[in-house]
């Protein structure tokens, strides 16, 4: 029996979408007003799902303590009142879309997770937009 | 890496569900209060998920404008403000129920969606109803 | 010491926003697509909010219990699942915008809360509009 | 085609986290703040999903009354107002975590749904805890 | 000009509706399931809001990260994961109703906020009941 | 009768709060994280409300199609997706606290609303965290 534990979780970012190597004519054609060299920001809100076996001595898949600390750590401490393009060394050289920003927490946080459980991360960049990713 | 995007709408609209077939007092058993012949509404809140590699060039799944877009110009514009049996072309032989109406929204979307990427259209009646197509 | 209470509530319902001694032209200006004579609908989420002193026996103001009793049997047998137009005899003669609804809820509720208690009504029309009316 | 239908429901209850033949400090240890021997409690939120063809007739892949009343009868009046731990029968000698309260839920409700339909119940401990069991 | 800031916070309890110089059949036709003996809980969301004016050097009416850490320590740490009659010293002779608990936040409160600022409370026993108070 | 009609709208920017004229140091005692050079953002979510009497021809105390055109026009194309600090000139010397973002916002639409009218704004800078200015 596979239970899937679920931890919400949020951090408020800049951001700015864009390529270095495209001209910025390229660039707001793609991006358009995400593109504002001055940035702009987000309240990210993050849900982390772990699927696994129930522990038949605790009842627990996961301790939501343990859970919400790893996401503290790896997460929010790492992106939260930060500027993404300039302060997080993953988006270096990688554009900060919603979609490329999941991966990056699935990453971080997977290598922190039992390998017998399966990990699933949604990220709202708006309220009315969101991504998830599951590592398939 | 196959991520989902997900993007809210919403429209208004009036039905009814009733099988024009049937009698009244069939259609009183099966459908209750919802066979009112003068109509009921609802706000109808919608989410349209997108699942598809991320493009290495922008870091799109797919451009959440467009899909916004595509939203708006096939469903917001179709149904907002209507009433769903009568104005609707897709309703006129059919049970506007939530299920039908997701299947409708999903098959009005697909053609529109690239082959490669996976559709799902979840759309809530109520805060407390809602149902969840994903063309399987 | 006054503390209010608040209890949340829902009803749907079908309407058209338009005067019967206006042009359908006159009506289209003013009420854009409002006015379709097939009706549109809402999920209508209401908040009633009663203040008063807290009585020293109970440690209530007002059962919450009596409360939502009190709202459904005025308010959502009476407007749910119905067409506010067709349907329910305070609208037979009078436009039923938000502003006209949350009075006639505040009215046909005012008459069973105790006179030295305050009462204000929230209505949402919709999750992004909304109407409030505290009887002044 | 198979359609997800979806129905919010909730309750009120307390609970305390422990195991009787743990020593206390072993039940802190593990258990924390969840282990209070006076209890503490929740509104759970719960969502039931029910996935199925839909019937030509109806349109429904299930009637959402039914799908209500089945989760009041089985749901609501077990658990609502109630202590898990004292007065709830299957959490006697079973520790009321989330996902093993999700699971009984979950084996309830599954007793009452037609066998070629599938279950999914997902059960918020907190708005910022949950968990989902689908049987598998 | 004067601004509201407000904060939001939460912390989970189990309490029960009862006075113990009632009889057990008076509690029961008063407060119903909320005077089971074993007691039943809740997530209790609080709302508190510091109206005053802007002050010119920081732009802030009062730090948020003040104000939340006040509500940490005078509120949460009190009633998180406790029993409120049996653990909170201010309930062991006053019925934990809503009502009743507001205006012992409220006061627990006004005593760290400067005289020159209005303090308001809401606090929700349930998404669906909520209480306010602004001292008056 | 005067009924409150409220309306929200959003906008997503970045931003930083310090003071040009204070050193580095104690722009990081004040604001802290919020401090970051590179700057941070937000989803910004906002409530207006207009206060007034119900035209007895509409039955509108003021269209909401009219007032979501003066937020778009007078607030989210001026703030939306801009970095408050550097692209909005009324910040160019004023600290973008929330608190000062919502009087701004007053502002700039109570020159648009009738004078017979009130108004009232709530700006959501988080989920948790929000302020409210009514221009008293």
Request: proline content about 8%.
């Given at each position: 029996m596979r239970v899937t534990v679920s931890r919400k979780a949020h951090f408020n970012a800049a951001h700015r979408l864009y390529r270095?190597?495209?001209s910025n004519e390229q660039n707001d054609t793609i991006f358009g007003k995400c593109n504002n060299a001055n940035f702009h920001g987000h309240n990210y809100e993050l849900t982390v799902s772990v699927t696994g076996g129930i522990d038949?001595?605790?009842?627990?898949?996961?301790d939501t303590k343990i859970l919400s600390d790893l996401i503290k750590v790896h997460i929010e401490d790492a992106f939260?009142?930060?500027?993404?393009?300039?302060?997080?060394p993953e988006f270096?050289?990688?554009?900060?879309?919603a979609e490329n920003i999941v991966v990056v927490i699935w990453q971080k946080l997977r290598a922190h997770i039992h390998a017998d459980k399966d990990l699933e991360v949604t990220l709202y960049e708006t309220p009315r937009n969101f991504v998830t990713f599951k590592g398939e």
């Open positions: 270095k190597d495209w038949p001595e605790t009842g627990y898949v996961i939260d009142h930060k500027n993404l393009n300039l302060d997080v270096a050289e990688l554009n900060p879309t």
